[in-house]
């Protein structure tokens, strides 16, 4: 049996592993193999991100995966801001054109106006 975090958070993968490591013993009859069930069951952006020992407890694991995990969403937000802002410089020059082009139309425009009338004395 493989369980993976697919869609679920670091905690709630985490909560469902150690429940199923109860249930089913054999599944992880020791720390170790419950930290190496965790570790290969992360997503990808996660378990790159942490750096695991043999030494390291199940415990200090998680904590290292939702840090990952912070990084991972932190970066995420990043690049999506980055985004909005080149859209938003993408559609900034395209306005300023078009309110160049009807200010230079304006000013074609008048010089076809006629001079106003001089009078006489």
Do not use: H, W
């Not at 697919?6 to 599944?27: C, Q």
């Not at 993408?90 to 106006?113: D, F, I, L, V």
């Amino acid at each position: 049996m493989r369980l993976v975090q697919g869609n679920r958070t670091v905690t709630e993968y985490e909560t469902e592993l150690k429940d199923f490591a109860s249930f089913i013993p054999e599944l992880a009859p020791t720390e170790e193999v419950l930290c190496s069930k965790f570790e290969v069951g992360l997503n990808l952006g996660i378990r790159e991100r942490i750096t695991v020992t043999s030494k390291q407890s199940f415990k200090e694991m998680v904590q290292s995966a939702l840090r990952a995990d912070q990084l991972v969403r932190e970066g995420k937000r990043v690049r999506e801001n980055i985004a909005k802002r080149r859209s938003l410089e993408m559609e900034q020059p395209s306005k300023k054109s078009r309110s160049e082009g009807s200010s230079k139309g304006t000013s074609a425009s008048s010089p076809m106006r006629s001079p106003p009338s001089q009078s006489s004395d």
